[in-house]
């Protein structure tokens, strides 16, 4: 359940303490959804892999898989910010 909560990671606590304006911008908005996403996905895979559910673990992990997908969406976006930030 811990897993499920995107507040509680480091990354999760930073994204909280943005001000205010930081939290309106497209950027953060797309961001903290993939991240909530992101651990949504992760619980399942750690629900699987507790369950003794090896095999179904690793495929919710495999290439093409939902968390993979997500993974790759918030890393994507995350570049993304960090760039417009740059700019």
């Excluded at 995107?6 to 797309?30: A, H, I, T, Y």
């Excluded at 093409?64 to 969406?73: I, N, Q």
């Amino acid at each position: 359940a811990e897993v499920k909560r995107d507040n509680r990671c480091g990354f999760g606590m930073w994204l909280q303490e943005l001000s205010p304006q930081d939290r309106v911008s497209q950027n953060c908005k797309e961001v903290s959804q993939l991240h909530a996403e992101f651990h949504k996905e992760a619980a399942e895979v750690l629900k699987l892999a507790l369950a003794g559910r090896r095999e179904e673990a690793e495929a919710a992990i495999a290439q093409g898989s939902r968390f993979a997908k997500v993974s790759t969406k918030l890393t994507i976006a995350m570049t993304a910010w960090q760039k417009a930030l740059r700019s």
